[in-house]
């Protein structure tokens, strides 16, 4: 197939589902400040990188400010990110704060870092939000984080809980908002080759091979060469929750329920042999002769731009 084509058709599905997620969850609005908080990962470029399509052809005004938190690792290019963002001609801000040293005195050698790292960042980009007058505060989470954040809480925390993708922040005073919640790693990799971002490889965690969540993220991916279609299904049952069919109690009143004498049809269900449907796919439009299905779609508002 034609590389340029293929190439094409990636951006307008980035654009697409992230114009999706924004209007799904409500996530900018007119006149919003967007802090987008760029690591030099290729999420967090992607991010910036589709915001700005998306800006560009949105109902809304909305402004874009670029923050990276310096964080002093040892060999960290400092001069990439600036050099990157003066030239999109996108504003930014560069705070710089001595985090390596405080993770590294206080967490003993062989211990994985990333709890106390992101405490630390998520307390200094609050700050430097509030400073800058940003009304939301954008992240680089990716379908497939929030999935092993499921997992791994339900693994290690004992808790049925993912990682929204709107939330407010832990002082109160934030909106956070994950725009990519609905993009798969593997179009945000593909993406950064093409675009070419001068990545900055993250030195602090080193290649902690015993981390959790790389872990949980190799047995997705096994999951989904072996079954695929399984980790969309994982994906979109995060938004088909059905708390009388779970065990929380303060979800559902399950101490106060009496017979009534009257058909439930969401009463029990639990045993039943209900069809299942088939997986999304990746591509949403596939060819049938000279048909075009739409599968595991769900309709785009008509004020979104579906394509860059």
């Not at 400010?65 to 963002?85: E, R, S, T």
């Not at 934030?174 to 945000?188: F, G």
């Not at 708390?243 to 439930?264: I, N, Q, V």
Request: charged share 25%.
């Amino acid at each position: 197939m034609d590389i340029e084509f293929e190439n094409h058709k990636l951006e307008k599905r980035l654009c697409r589902e992230v114009g999706r997620a924004i209007v799904d969850y409500n996530m900018i609005e007119e006149g919003d400040r967007v802090m987008v908080c760029l690591s030099g990962g290729k999420d967090s470029y992607g991010l910036l990188d589709i915001l700005q399509k998306l800006q560009a052809r949105a109902p809304v005004r909305f402004e874009i400010i670029a923050v990276n938190l310096d964080q002093k690792q040892p060999g960290f290019p400092a001069d990439v990110l600036p050099a990157y963002l003066t030239r999109l001609g996108v504003p930014f801000h560069i705070e710089n704060q001595d985090t390596y040293s405080i993770v590294k005195r206080v967490i003993p050698e062989g211990k994985t870092m990333c709890s106390l790292c992101s405490r630390l960042r998520r307390g200094i980009l609050y700050r430097v939000a509030s400073e800058l007058g940003a009304t939301k505060i954008a992240l680089g989470h990716h379908r497939d984080d929030i999935l092993q954040t499921v997992l791994l809480n339900m693994f290690f925390g004992a808790k049925l809980k993912g990682m929204p993708p709107k939330l407010v922040s832990d002082d109160g005073r934030h909106v956070v908002i994950r725009p990519l919640a609905y993009v798969p790693e593997r179009d945000l990799a593909r993406w950064a080759e093409i675009r070419q971002f001068p990545i900055i490889p993250c030195t602090l965690c080193g290649s902690q091979d015993n981390l959790q969540r790389k872990q949980v993220s190799l047995m997705l991916q096994d999951w989904e060469k072996k079954f695929p279609g399984r980790v969309e299904n994982m994906f979109t049952a995060l938004q088909n929750v059905v708390p009388s069919h779970l065990m929380d109690r303060d979800l559902h009143p399950f101490t106060a329920l009496r017979a009534t004498g009257e058909a439930d049809e969401n009463g029990d269900k639990a045993f039943d042999h209900e069809p299942l449907p088939e997986p999304a796919l990746a591509d949403p439009s596939v060819k049938t002769g000279n048909a075009t299905a739409q599968r595991g779609v769900i309709p785009i508002a008509a004020t979104t731009p579906e394509a860059c």
